[in-house]
């Protein structure tokens, strides 16, 4: 298993501001993940990010909006830009099990973002 | 495509008493199945999963699923519950690294 942490945990940030949430796990990991979970609702996917490449944007989410850094095998950040209350969530970032298909993802504790 | 179903967005249960979880997926492709527990203010955390073989899954804290191909569906159960399994519990689909969530079942426990 993996052990991940999230800064921050929560915070409260004014719209057209930008957060980068930092991601850390205790191993080294060739994909990490980014999530969001709207307020009550369920996961989705932002983008895959894999060191040393450009991260993987799911269909709704862009680049400018999301920009994900991933500079070594433990570590990465997502930041939302230009921030409005739509981007009210938590945040959470996961690793891939193992190499192989179909292994469990471990999640980070996420970061709870309020925009005001 | 694939896709996930939880038909049910709370489901209150005294304690003790068993519960059932529902999932249904779909998919064009061989599956891997999961079930995750998210307890408030944090993250997820893996129950059981199904990736082939014996198609009842045996997981964490007294926790079962069983994989029924031919009604695409992945129920959770557990015979017994305690106070303490209150979560939101969410079924996945994965395969080739991406994972589809359902929309989460909120289990509350009564006294």
């Known amino acids: 298993s993996a052990v991940i942490s999230q800064k921050p945990s929560r915070d409260i940030c004014q719209r057209g501001t930008s957060l980068t949430i930092q991601c850390q796990v205790d191993?080294?990991?060739?994909?990490m993940f980014w999530y969001r979970q709207q307020p009550g609702q369920s996961l989705t996917l932002i983008a895959t990010?894999?060191?040393?490449?450009?991260?993987?944007?799911e269909s709704g989410f862009v680049i400018d909006k999301f920009p994900i850094s991933r500079p070594n095998l433990t570590f990465s950040t997502l930041t939302v830009s230009n921030m409005s209350p739509e981007d009210s969530s938590i945040y959470l970032c996961?690793?891939?099990?193992?190499?192989?298909?179909?292994?469990?993802?471990?999640f980070g504790p996420g970061t709870r973002l309020t925009v005001t | 495509a694939q896709s996930v179903t939880q038909l049910d967005s709370q489901v209150p249960v005294f304690e003790e008493a068993p519960v059932e979880l529902r999932c249904n997926y779909s998919?064009?492709?061989?599956?891997?199945l999961f079930w995750y527990v998210q307890y408030p203010n944090q993250g997820l955390q893996l129950l059981l999963k199904y990736l082939s073989g014996s198609t009842l899954v045996k997981g964490i804290n007294g926790f079962e699923a069983e994989f029924n191909k031919s009604q695409t569906s992945f129920h959770l159960r557990k015979p017994s519950v305690h106070i303490s399994d209150t979560a939101e519990y969410f079924c996945a689909v994965g395969g080739t690294y991406k994972y589809i969530f359902g929309t989460g079942t909120r289990l509350k426990v009564l006294a």
């Open positions: 998919s064009s492709v061989s599956v891997y």
């Open positions: 990010a894999n060191q040393g490449s450009e991260a993987t944007y």
């Open positions: 191993s080294q990991v060739t994909m």
């Open positions: 996961s690793v891939d099990g193992t190499s192989g298909r179909g292994n469990e993802q471990y």
